[in-house]
C-alpha cells in the first residue's frame, strides 16, 4: 500500500513558477512508475508527466515539454515537478499517482494504483 501526499500548489502569475512535490509512504518498489496528472474544471484528467524509480526515464506531454521538469528523490521517496512558464491553461488541480506494474511507457489513467488528494495550481493573467 502507498500513500501519496502532494504539496506545492497556490496562485500564480502567468510566467511564473510553482514546484509541487508528492511524499510517498509505504514501499516504493524499484519497478513503479510516477506520474503527475491535472484535471482542470470541466475537462477529463490527463497525463503531465512521469518518471520510472529505476532508471529515471521521463515522459512529458506536448503541452508542457520544454517548461516542466520531472524529478525524483529516492531517498526521500519523494516526486517533484518544477513547472516554468505557466500559462492559464495549465490552471489545475495536479494529482500524483503510482503504476505499481507499469509498461515500457505511461499507461492510461486506469493503469494508476495509487492517486494523492491533489492539490489546486490556479494561473493568473
Known amino acids: 500500500q502507498v500513500q501519496l501526499v502532494e504539496s506545492g500548489g497556490g496562485l500564480v502569475q502567468s510566467g511564473g513558477s510553482l514546484r509541487l512535490s508528492c511524499a510517498a509512504s509505504?514501499?516504493?518498489?524499484?519497478?513503479?512508475?510516477m506520474a503527475w496528472f491535472r484535471q482542470a474544471p470541466g475537462k477529463e484528467r490527463e497525463f503531465v508527466a512521469s518518471?520510472?524509480?529505476?532508471?529515471?526515464?521521463?515522459y512529458y506531454a506536448d503541452s508542457v515539454k520544454g517548461r516542466f521538469t520531472i524529478f525524483r528523490d529516492a531517498a526521500e521517496n519523494t516526486v517533484l515537478l518544477q513547472m516554468n512558464n505557466l500559462n492559464s491553461e495549465d490552471t489545475a488541480v495536479y494529482y500524483c499517482?503510482?503504476?505499481?506494474?507499469?509498461?515500457?511507457?505511461?499507461?492510461?489513467?486506469?493503469?494508476?494504483?495509487?492517486w494523492g488528494q491533489g492539490t489546486q495550481v490556479t494561473v493568473s493573467t
Open positions: 499517482a503510482v503504476d505499481a506494474d507499469p509498461d515500457s511507457r505511461p499507461g492510461p489513467i486506469s493503469a494508476y494504483d495509487y
Open positions: 509505504g514501499t516504493i518498489y524499484s519497478n513503479y512508475m
Open positions: 518518471v520510472t524509480w529505476r532508471n529515471n526515464k521521463k
